[in-house]
């Protein structure tokens, strides 16, 4: 399974942290490893709230060449239906059998040729899905950077005393959800449409509590709105 997050949103959440790295606490290789725990604890919600994981995205396709990093790079994909320039992409495939990932912009598009503004990552033939970045995979991603930024919070403090974090509280509370705020895991499992562009089993659909017209229709700016916090450090 890959994660909905990269580093970099985990980082947006502890602006007051240095930049992960080899030699900070936690290292970067220990937040990518709570990137991955995070995200099968979004998973299993999504799982929980019925929800079709395998067709989170609505639209997808695939790249049968190599795709080498860099700016302006060129990918032939298999369909280029359902595609807008100006799209928010997510790229994901394997680096000698390492999986890579990452979230870029669709700036041309040339029949069923793509340009995307910057690809940090190159990765192997045979490998590559690109997925369009749709309202569903916006709440995902912030949900996983935030349950991520909360576990490398705690690590911060692991050790030390107070040994906790305010901070990491108010992101778990976040990550969480819960009936009142109506948001995190919480909304996933209990609110039918909560996310927007994402298939529910009608079984799943049938079980779940109902919530009201503005919960399970969100609309860009509702979903900004939820998925968006302001912390003063």
């Not at 007051?16 to 099968?40: D, G």
């Not at 890579?100 to 910057?118: P, Y």
């Amino acid at each position: 399974m890959i994660p909905y997050c990269v580093i970099e949103d985990v980082q947006g959440f502890n602006q007051h942290r240095p930049a992960y790295s080899a030699t900070t606490k936690p290292t970067s290789a220990q937040v990518h490893e709570f990137i991955r725990e995070v995200s099968s604890r979004v998973f299993s919600s999504l799982t929980s709230g019925g929800y079709d994981t395998d067709n989170i995205h609505e639209v997808k396709t695939t790249v049968a060449l190599a795709l080498a990093a860099g700016n302006n790079k060129t990918a032939v994909v298999a369909s280029a239906s359902g595609w807008t320039v100006g799209d928010k992409v997510k790229i994901v495939g394997s680096a000698s059998g390492i999986p890579k990932w990452e979230f870029v912009n669709l700036i041309t598009i040339s029949s069923l040729t793509f340009t995307f503004d910057t690809v940090v990552n190159a990765y192997d033939a045979g490998t590559i899905t690109i997925y369009l970045f749709n309202h569903s995979m916006r709440i995902l991603r912030t949900l996983n950077a935030i349950g991520a930024a909360a576990m490398s919070e705690e690590n911060t403090f692991m050790g030390q005393s107070p040994n906790k974090s305010e901070h990491a509280e108010i992101l778990w509370k976040r990550f969480n959800g819960s009936a009142e705020t109506r948001d995190g895991l919480w909304a996933i499992e209990n609110i039918s449409g909560y996310l927007p562009d994402a298939t529910q089993t009608t079984e799943a659909t049938a079980n779940i509590r109902p919530s009201s017209y503005g919960s399970e229709n969100l609309t860009d700016t509702d979903v900004e709105a939820k998925m968006s916090i302001d912390y003063e450090f």
